[in-house]
C-alpha cells in the first residue's frame, strides 16, 4: 500500500520484556500502543487507519510501528 506508513518507536528493555502501554504520536495525534510481554528488536505492529489518506479513494492507509529496544549501558 503507498498509503501506509512506517514508524520506529523506542521502548525499555523492561517494556520489551515484561509488556505496556506506549505513547505514540501519529498524524491524528498521540495513540496508546500496547505492547505485548516478550517483544522483540524489530517487531512490527499494524494500527489500521493511521496511515495517510489516499486523494482519490478517501481510503487511510494503515500505521506500521516497529519496534527499537533500548538496551541500557552499563556506564550509569
Do not use: M, W, Y
Not at 4 to 28: R, S
Not at 54 to 76: E, H, Q
Amino acid at each position: 500500500h503507498h498509503d501506509d506508513l512506517t514508524k520506529v518507536f523506542d521502548i525499555t528493555l523492561k517494556t520489551a520484556i515484561f509488556g505496556g502501554k506506549v505513547a505514540i504520536q501519529t498524524f491524528d495525534g498521540d495513540i496508546n500502543l500496547k505492547v505485548p510481554a516478550g517483544t522483540k528488536c524489530g517487531q512490527k505492529f499494524r494500527v489500521r487507519e493511521k496511515g495517510v489518506t489516499n486523494r482519490k479513494t478517501k481510503v487511510k492507509g494503515d500505521l506500521f510501528l516497529k519496534a527499537n529496544v533500548l538496551i541500557p549501558s552499563g556506564d550509569t
